[in-house]
């Protein structure tokens, strides 16, 4: 049971952080199954392979890189919406090994691919947010901000997935506080 526990919160961490960056987590769970540091579920073996890496890697940097060219970055999230609620979702069936292949796929596609789903849509807002008060100049700190909060969320998935869950739980309150402010801000505006 305790396992079940640990990928669990595992895959909703790794999900979590694909919403910052979809192919980040994906590279974090390849290096991390490549090594054996975590067991990966048996029809999903192929993501610890040599090939997996490279291919995360390239991956990875491009989307990286990509989130730092201006207008690119906001049509970028259009796509990337579904491509981290499709990346939430494998993560977590690569990552929960104990269970009901139904129990498996019903949480993959509820808490790993609502969790990157949930977490995207809010960065794309902050995105579109920042273009419009800024013009796109805070842009490139909001990637930045993204890439590591993406990087510090899938080592700490990896290696400690309770607090990765925790962390999840304490960036939904915040995403929460942040939206109620702006949102009663435009609702007393436009009355």
């Keep these: 049971m305790q396992e079940i526990v640990i990928s669990i919160c595992l895959g909703i961490g790794l ?17 991390a199954g490549y090594y054996d540091i975590l067991p990966l579920n048996d029809s999903w ?5 040599s090939l997996a890496i490279w291919i995360f890697a390239i991956a990875t940097l491009v ?9 690119f970055d906001n049509a970028l999230d259009t796509i990337a919406i579904p491509l981290a609620t499709i990346a939430g979702t494998a993560i977590m069936v690569s990552t929960v090994t104990e269970l009901n292949p139904v129990i498996t796929w019903g949480l993959a596609i509820i808490a790993g691919g609502g969790t990157a789903a949930t977490v995207k849509s809010a960065m794309g807002a902050t995105r579109l947010s920042s273009t419009a008060t800024t013009g796109g100049i805070a842009n ?8 590591g909060i993406a990087t510090t969320l899938s ?17 939904f309150l915040v995403l929460r506080k942040i939206y109620r402010k702006l949102f009663s801000r435009s609702i007393k505006k436009s009355s």
């Design 45 to 49: 073996q192929w993501i610890g392979s």
């Design 140 to 147: 490139n700190l909001v990637a930045t901000a993204e890439t």
């Design 155 to 171: 080592l700490v998935s990896v290696f400690l997935p309770l607090l990765a869950l925790c962390l999840v739980i304490v960036l």
């Design 15 to 31: 999900a979590a952080s694909a919403g910052f960056r979809v192919f980040l987590p994906l590279l974090a769970l390849s290096i």
């Design 63 to 71: 989307e990286i890189l990509a989130y730092y060219i201006p207008w």
